[in-house]
């Protein structure tokens, strides 16, 4: 089969790698599309220590099912749970993310991922979506998953203002999640292109080059109570930590930097609380897959602005890589 496999940091390919082999309690899917997620393109980079020179990296997937599995038909359109839990994974039911011996499809080196023709993924992991949604769509499972996740982490945010940094593709869909949880919702983003995006999808925007942005809301008369960094950096959690008021709760989705500088006065006199949000559990991951299958496919659409064949791919990293690239989510189209 065809893959693009990461054959040094910087540098993909299209090669021929070996077809996945059918085992018990797996599936193999045609891949149709995979989304280019941010984790991916740090892997691209060799910045993030988590993806290797021979990899085949890809976990944003929709494809079809290549025989009979669990009920469901060869030929069926599916997604996949890329978090695959360990030999415990019975003990972590509901929070599976916290699984000490999970493995991550797309990240675990040894398994062949879906930046390719086919990919093999534990039937469990299977998760059907509506057929006739468009495949570039069906990528955004994935990541609107982390969004529901964040979002949820947030607690109920019905009624409030919640301010989100960062407009990319994570900043996009945690404010559809958060909006789509019965908040409003304002994105601070020096993107004028993202900026424009969010606006499309029925978010305030802000942009924090114009000024410090607790200054910004305070003119603008919005009362922030939950902040979530979809950015993950010593200047966004600056911002969020500003913005909110004692008692309130800052949600860390973003993983920009490793270390992260933090005013701990902020945190402990005013009582606010930092949270981490990390991929997602089963039912969230179940959750977006409902969403994107019978939500408002004209807003999804908006958060695809880029589709590349996999001879493209390689430019497709450099740009998002370099900064250049496309508002919102580029996809690589198997199909």
């Not at 301010?163 to 020096?190: F, H, K, N, T, Y």
């Not at 001879?311 to 250049?324: N, R, V």
Request: glycine share 12%; with cysteine; proline share 7%.
């Amino acid at each position: 089969m065809r893959a693009l496999v990461l054959v040094e940091y910087g540098r993909l390919e299209v090669r021929e790698v070996p077809d996945p082999e059918p085992r018990d309690g797996w599936a193999i899917l045609r891949v149709l599309a995979t989304g280019i997620c941010g984790s991916d393109i740090h892997g691209f980079t060799g910045e993030n220590g988590r993806r290797f020179p021979g990899q085949v990296m890809g976990h944003e997937s929709v494809g079809r099912l290549t025989a009979p599995v669990g009920g469901m038909s060869a030929g069926d359109l599916v997604t996949f749970n890329p978090v695959v839990g360990g030999p415990h994974a019975s003990r972590y039911a509901g929070r599976e993310q916290h699984d000490p011996g999970k493995w991550v499809i797309g990240v675990d080196p040894t398994h062949h991922a879906a930046f390719a023709e086919y990919v093999a993924v534990p039937r469990d992991n299977l998760v059907p979506v509506a057929p006739d949604l468009p495949p570039a769509l069906g990528t955004l499972i994935e990541p609107l998953a982390v969004a529901v996740n964040g979002v949820g982490r947030a607690g109920d945010v019905r009624g409030q203002w919640v301010l989100v940094l960062g407009g990319g593709p994570i900043g996009q869909g945690v404010a559809l999640a958060a909006m789509r949880a019965g908040a409003s919702v304002i994105v601070s983003e020096p993107d004028a292109a993202r900026r424009d995006l969010c606006v499309r999808l029925g978010a305030l925007v802000i942009d924090p080059n114009e000024g410090a942005v607790v200054d910004q809301l305070t003119r603008r008369g919005h009362d922030v109570t939950v902040a979530i960094d979809a950015v993950g950096s010593s200047a966004t959690l600056a911002d969020a930590l500003a913005v909110t008021p004692p008692g309130s709760t800052i949600v860390l989705v973003g993983m920009a930097s490793p270390e992260i500088r933090m005013d701990a006065y902020r945190v402990s006199v005013g009582e606010r609380s930092v949270v981490g949000a990390f991929t997602y559990s089963a039912s969230s991951f179940r959750d977006a897959a409902r969403w994107v299958s019978e939500g408002d496919r004209a807003i999804f659409d908006a958060l695809i602005t880029d589709v590349v064949r996999p001879e493209e791919a390689q430019s497709a990293f450099e740009a998002l890589a370099g900064g250049t690239g496309s508002a919102g989510k580029t996809v690589v189209d198997f199909d």
